[in-house]
């Protein structure tokens, strides 16, 4: 099972948005809507923050959204502020593996 | 609130094998799914594998040769054998708790593989 493809860099000025794309396949991302989004700040653990590709827990600000068409998953963060610096990982369930993570991407705040 | 703490040795030499653990407080652990992820200096999450109460588990196909977990009910704790290690090996370890989502995490114990 392949990893999931993310861009391994997106930047953005405060207040702007951006989004990070999840590229999976049929057999993953396209199949499931069991997409999840993980936050990690340098030396620290991920961070559920969307999960069911759309879903927000609770505490998780509504500036992060998620959504899906076919086989890939997509994650906007709006109003980017620097808290929003951070490793962004998707994450899919899949025939062959309960869990396939994405490449992850590099969020910097310019 | 559900907290996961990993533990065990942080140094492990080549080709024997890595143990860890994760003490589980503030849910039950002959419930829900419990699960390993590793993650290489500087480099992307994969998952290793989960286990159900009742001793199910699933495994990445990757490394199923070299894994097996367990439960120990009576201490709350779940656990990570991974024999025959090499440097590729070398990573942080994270146990986390989930079916089709990973939440909450441990906050992840460095294992290193070097004589």
């Known amino acids: 099972q392949s990893a999931l493809t993310q861009p391994a860099s997106v930047s953005g000025s405060p207040g702007q948005s951006i989004t990070i794309s999840c590229t999976g396949t049929?057999?993953?991302?396209?199949?499931?809507?069991?997409v999840s989004w993980y936050q990690q700040y340098p030396g620290k653990a991920p961070k559920l923050i969307i999960y069911e590709t759309s879903k927000r827990p609770s505490g998780v600000s509504n500036r992060f959204s998620g959504s899906k068409s076919r086989n890939t998953a997509s994650l906007t963060v709006s109003g980017l502020q620097a808290e929003d610096e951070a490793d962004y990982y998707c994450?899919?369930?899949?025939?062959?593996?309960?869990?396939?993570f994405g490449t992850g991407t590099k969020v910097t705040v310019l | 609130q559900v907290q996961l703490q990993e533990s065990g040795p942080g140094l492990v030499k080549p080709s024997e094998t890595l143990s860890l653990t994760c003490t589980v407080s503030?849910?039950?652990?002959?419930?829900?799914?419990w699960n390993w992820i590793r993650q290489p200096a500087g480099k992307g999450l994969e998952w290793i594998g989960r286990?159900?109460?009742?001793?199910?588990?699933n495994y990445n196909p990757s490394l199923t040769d070299r894994v097996t977990m367990s439960l120990d009910t009576s201490k709350s704790q779940f656990s990570l054998k991974l024999n025959s290690v090499t440097a590729a090996d070398t990573a942080v370890y994270y146990c986390?708790?989930?079916?089709?989502?990973?939440?909450?995490w441990g906050q992840g114990t460095l294992v290193t593989v070097s004589s």
């Open positions: 049929s057999s993953d991302v396209g199949s499931y809507n069991l």
């Open positions: 986390a708790l989930g079916m089709a989502v990973l939440d909450p």
């Open positions: 503030g849910a039950s652990i002959t419930s829900y799914y």
């Open positions: 286990l159900y109460a009742g001793g199910a588990t």
């Open positions: 994450c899919s369930y899949a025939r062959s593996s309960p869990f396939v």
